[in-house]
């Protein structure tokens, strides 16, 4: 796929420079030849290597919305969803970057102490520290407020017990922000998150499986388990327990439109894919694109993708400059992530029993996508954020 957006009409977002075309062209350069031509490799074993990590922070991938001083790039969110948009181009499904430098580093950046800031945040711009975050737990994903891991007092260390699931990064992490109960008598006000550094795997915590998925199936989803995990008391992000559920309602809209972003790059790397393979293939002795309903199921996909992309423009503007409320980000998610389904889904369509066979990208593509729908709070709970809101 090409570094730029694939659009219509030579369309380019507002927010984009040149220096986010050059970024894009070492992005792209990076996933097609370090980690795509190892993506069976990373399918068969549920988690891609942690050495391209090291890889994308020597070539300044990593943390690029991170202030300089702490090993970032300086850069914003615009840096970021470059680095999102290119990796789905490429078709990627591995590397957990989203996670690692869309949210980790966003936590941190935005709450962490400055002790906390300079022990961990160089390290995860330079790829040394891979970074996750747990949230979901086996009894609930995304009802929060009723999480069950907890973390006692015991001298000067927290002492942490409970279990956490679908954990991106869960196999690889080596820093984990963990959504705990400080306070099991209170609902939101007793939620803290804390910076668990996981190296070594100290005692009290443990991997689980490595879960396997119809989906992202060379993406490190897991288990983890936590029987009296000792934390420093310092450990608690930004020093001061209870103000876990708040950091996260912050942060939120950011996820949100991270899932965004990649939602609209995946729709418009299905419309440029199904569009060079209806121009290719022939059927009843002419090319399928120019059969009149393969047309007209181009043009309904090219106008889903750029309405989606015109959408999500506005909503990185707004982001940029501090506008992004949680209502519209709520909107671009599960609006973008089912227009994501629906134009995928019809482009497999079009690809004929072909689609449907995994050597083909669209049939990924399809299983990839349903994933979309579900994780960074449901689309039901998104439309439940919306409703409220009108």
């Not at 950046?109 to 711009?125: N, W």
């Not at 996820?255 to 569009?275: D, W, Y």
């Not at 050597?359 to 579900?374: C, N, S, V």
Request: overall charge negative; some cysteine.
């Amino acid at each position: 796929m090409p570094a730029t957006v694939p659009g219509l009409g030579g369309y380019q977002s507002r927010w984009r420079t040149p220096d986010h075309h050059a970024l894009a062209e070492t992005v792209a350069t990076f996933f097609t030849r370090e980690v795509m031509p190892r993506e069976e490799e990373f399918a068969a074993q549920g988690h891609t290597d942690r050495a391209l990590y090291h890889h994308a922070g020597a070539l300044g991938l990593l943390g690029l919305s991170v202030p300089e001083e702490f090993g970032g790039g300086g850069g914003d969110f615009s840096h970021e969803a470059v680095l999102f948009e290119q990796q789905t181009y490429a078709g990627d499904a591995s590397l957990g970057l989203a996670v690692h430098s869309g949210i980790v580093t966003g936590y941190l950046t935005a709450y962490g102490t400055d002790e906390q800031k300079r022990a961990y945040l160089p390290g995860l711009c330079s790829g040394e520290l891979v970074g996750a975050i747990a949230m979901s737990e086996p009894s609930g994903g995304s009802d929060l407020q009723s999480m069950r891991t907890w973390a006692r007092p015991d001298g000067d260390a927290l002492l942490v017990n409970g279990a956490k699931t679908f954990i991106t990064n869960g196999r690889l992490a080596d820093l984990l922000l963990l959504a705990v109960k400080t306070d099991r008598d209170e609902g939101a006000a007793g939620i803290s998150l804390l910076v668990c550094d996981l190296r070594d795997d100290p005692p009290g915590f443990r991997r689980g499986r490595t879960l396997h998925k119809i989906g992202l199936q060379a993406n490190d989803t897991a288990e983890l388990f936590f029987d009296d995990l000792r934390v420093p008391a310092d450990a608690v992000l930004g020093g001061v327990p209870g103000q876990g559920f708040f950091q996260m309602m912050q942060q939120l809209p950011q996820e949100r439109l991270v899932i965004a972003v990649g939602a609209v790059a995946a729709m418009e790397r299905a419309l440029a894919l199904t569009t060079a393979y209806t121009k290719e293939r022939h059927a009843f002795g002419k090319p399928l694109y120019a059969q009149q309903n393969t047309r007209f199921t181009l043009a309904e996909c090219a106008a889903l993708v750029r309405t989606g992309r015109t959408f999500l423009d506005d909503c990185v503007e707004r982001h940029l400059a501090g506008e992004l409320d949680l209502p519209t980000a709520a909107m671009a998610k599960f609006h973008l992530t089912e227009s994501q389904c629906t134009v995928i889904d019809r482009c497999l369509q079009l690809f004929g029993g072909y689609g449907y066979m995994t050597e083909y990208p669209i049939a990924r593509m399809y299983a990839d996508a349903r994933a979309q729908k579900i994780y960074g709070g449901t689309n039901e709970i998104m439309k439940e954020l919306l409703a409220r809101a009108l």
